[in-house]
């Protein structure tokens, strides 16, 4: 059963400080690893890392891959009120049916504080 | 266009009715999700309909949840005789084609009392 456990649970920051977030996940042939944000509505969709080594950015947010270690990491510098959010990591494998399959975690909740 | 949307955003109902969750998803979207997501915990996957097949119910939990897509377009996902246990947000997400990213809805917000 493909599994992914997040980490810290929770955070609390004040704005301007830099955030790392861990992700590390068990699954049957890996796909690829995704970045969501979760503010009160829906789940909004970050990254979607699938080789090892190769960071993605998006402003201040990045999210880099470690194959070999089964991690993933989450960047956010300059922090800002409106980071605070639920972050979600979620893990695909490949699977015959061709569709997105994933399997979340639970979250790390974020809160900057000014 | 407009994003997925889902109806209702909230539901209370009694132990032992059924309720039907709506999900519109956005125009021209091929493949559309249904995960549960409890309190505290990541979405879990429920099902999955590519066009208005089916292509897997893996996800739910016993024979009192059911779905369908009759018309590829909106999806109804149905619980019957429900139980407290069955509380939860339900979403709905949906993607353009099968292994592209999903696109999610608010969620109803199901409390069965």
């Known amino acids: 059963e493909d599994k992914v456990v997040q980490s810290p649970l929770s955070l609390v920051v004040h704005e301007g400080d830099t955030v790392t977030l861990n992700c590390s996940y068990e699954v049957t042939n890996f796909r690829s690893l995704l970045w969501y944000k979760q503010e009160k509505k829906a789940p909004t969709f970050l990254f979607m890392l699938?080789?090892?080594?190769i960071e993605k950015k998006s402003g201040r947010l990045s999210s880099i891959l470690d194959k070999k270690e089964l991690f993933s990491i989450l960047n956010i510098t300059a922090t800002q009120t409106g980071d605070s959010a639920i972050y979600l990591c979620a893990v695909e494998p490949l699977n015959s049916g061709g569709y997105q399959k994933v399997t979340f975690g639970i979250g790390t909740k974020l809160q900057v504080i000014p | 266009g407009a994003g997925v949307s889902q109806s209702p955003r909230y539901k209370v109902t009694k132990r032992g009715q059924d309720v039907a969750l709506r999900c519109d998803p956005i125009?021209?979207?091929?493949?559309l999700y249904w995960y549960r997501q409890a309190l505290g915990q990541g979405p879990e996957f429920l099902t999955y309909f590519n066009y208005e097949a089916q292509q897997d119910k893996s996800g739910l939990p016993n024979d009192r949840f059911s779905a369908e897509r009759p018309e590829g377009s909106i999806s109804t996902l149905t619980i019957q005789r429900t139980e407290q246990r069955d509380s939860a947000m339900y979403r709905c997400a949906s993607s353009a084609h099968a292994e592209e990213t999903q696109y999610f809805g608010p969620g109803t917000r199901l409390l069965v009392l």
């Open positions: 699938t080789s090892s080594g």
């Open positions: 125009s021209g979207h091929v493949s």
